[in-house]
């Protein structure tokens, strides 16, 4: 009887290795599936290699109970060109069950550094195709990976773990849509060309936004940054204009007072016919004086109130992942109890074909002694047959089926021995 | 009758409740839960209003009216949901259908008509008219409503997770918008007609309810110039159109209770 084949995954990641050994065996996409190749040719029957800048992980099956995790990490220690102790003081590794779980979680972001984050799901996904693509997955793999895609999908939509967005940049733009909804048909200008400010820009040019101004005391650096951006340079007098046309104003200059006052910001506003206006002010000290916010249609927020809003959101993602840790647990059991079902398979289709043999001979020599009998009788003795064969099967196949969900493989082994199915097989 | 219409008035307090706990949770099978409870709703308050109207006639006309706008405000809201983000306006829409659909329950008497099949005929327009003028302001004061709170939320710089299942602003301010365009000239037609009506039955035109529905109208007409003119939006319109909708609904009370 062959056993069924064992899933295994020897990785490192950002929490068992520091960016500078995390970088050392990164591998890039279009060596994923060679690398692949190295743990079959290490002995394993399917592998599967994931590649990101926090991890780097490889997944494979085996049937033959001497092919170990220890084989990967000779392959982890030839991408890296390096030592394989070196390779062990920084990898994990997982068999059967636990490996199941741990690419659940891998898949549902729960063991991302920003947990919830949703680039993993992709980059597996890419990551799986090369290597299936180059014929390195079969059937085991396929399933669990498969499956694990389908496990992250149901965790992003039925717990909060992907809904909060947690860095300040993003919780600008999050705020732009609950102001204006669809960005596409609005202006953003960043005043000041700070780094914060820039990729805040940067997050909200990626939103989509319509067009980008940036306007700066020096319109040489404003045209070096409105140029990595896509935008355009304006100069720092214009901002009275500027408030009046653009509906997200993004700041960050050093200047010391306020650029932008209540006074100021009430001509604009009654300038712009009371559109509303979303000032993110992320400079240090502050250049919109906080007073604009008490004007209606006016919406003020400082470098405190976003770092605010993305700490309650990451504490409101960590609450979520506890459920979607429940949810990966409880699907990563439904599947390796679906597994063990499926393993007894064979033995249950070695049995039905032994018995439907047995039964074929025997009402052959019942045929023949039994002599001329009309169809209707015959048709009988085979009813007879089969239903007896039947019901005496049933519940050896009920029995086989919940011991396997069970984990236990003795009633199996038993069924094999007593039926002599190896035998069969292997004739 | 009063049972049915008692146990429809129910049902959309329950879909309200579902709402409510949808916008609370965050949980997507409890917005589909609330979803498949307001289209049941829906189903059985049509066969409800159908039996009234064929039932009653012209005289159940109130109850009539306030039922189809309680309809109606379901129906639009179903048919935005395909085309805007607007889930979290499900509590805020049914809450109100809720009301209009209670408020039916105390006109169970068929009112009194005279002057024969022409006021029988301008009757019903009145009524179609001020149903779909009433639901457009109704469904506009829901969403200046979550508009406010959504408004208030942001210029609080609350950290609830609320803040970021609420539609955006701009689009509430849209919506409301449209629907008192939309609603507008057909509750003015219905006024009109409603006038008509008012003297062929020899009541005159200085009761109470006639002089708070023309009150409504005034609000609703100056929302309407100051947003489309003066480019008047976000909160204070946002008010206007709740005070429009607080006085038309002064006037369904009083005419439902025959106080006006």
Known sequence: MGLPPRLVVLGLSHRTAPVQVRERFAIPEDALSDTAGLARKAGFRESFVLSTCNRVELYATTDDPTVHSDALADVLASVGNARVSTVRRHVYAHDDASAVRHLFRVAASLDSMVVGEPQILGQMKTAFDACRGSGLTGPALNRAVERAFKVAK????????????????????????QIFGDLSTHTAVLVGAGKMGELAARHLVNAGIDSLWVANRSIERAQKVAEALGGHPR??????????????????????GYLIDKKGMKAALKARKYRPIFLIDIAVPRNVDPACNALDNVFCYDVDDLTGIANENLATRQREAEAAEALVAQEAERFLRELAVMDVKPTIVALRRKADALKAAELERAMRRLGDLDPKQAKAVEVLADGLMNKLLHDVQMNLKRSAAEGDDELVRAARALFALEDEEDA | ?????????????????????????????????????LRLTLGFWTIVLAWWAFEAGVAGGTRLWLGLSAWGLGILYLGLLRRYPVQALGSFITALATILATLGLFVANPTHVVGGPVADWLLWVHIALAFVGVSAFGFATAVSLVYLLQQRMLKRKSRSGLRSRLPPLQVLDRLALRSIIIGFPFYTVALLLGSVQAVREGEGTL???YVLAVVSWVIYGFVLQARLVAGWRGPRAAMATTAGLAVAMAVVVLYSLGLG
Not at chain 1, 166 to 173: G, T
Not at chain 2, 32 to 37: M, N, S, V, Y
């Open chain 1, 154 to 177: 149901r965790v992003r939509t039925q717990t909060g773990i992907g809904r909060h967005v947690v860095s300040i940049s993003s919780v600008a733009v999050d705020l732009a849509r």
């Open chain 1, 235 to 256: 100069e720092l007098d214009e901002l009275p204009r500027l408030l009046v046309e653009a509906d997200i104003v993004v700041t960050s200059t050093g200047a010391r």
């Open chain 2, 1 to 37: 009758m009063d049972t049915l219409f008692a146990i429809g008035a129910g049902a959309y307090g329950a879909t309200t409740v579902g709402y409510l706990a949808s916008l609370w949770t965050a949980r997507p099978g409890v917005g589909e839960l609330a979803r498949w409870t």
């Open chain 2, 207 to 209: 009761k109470v309810s």
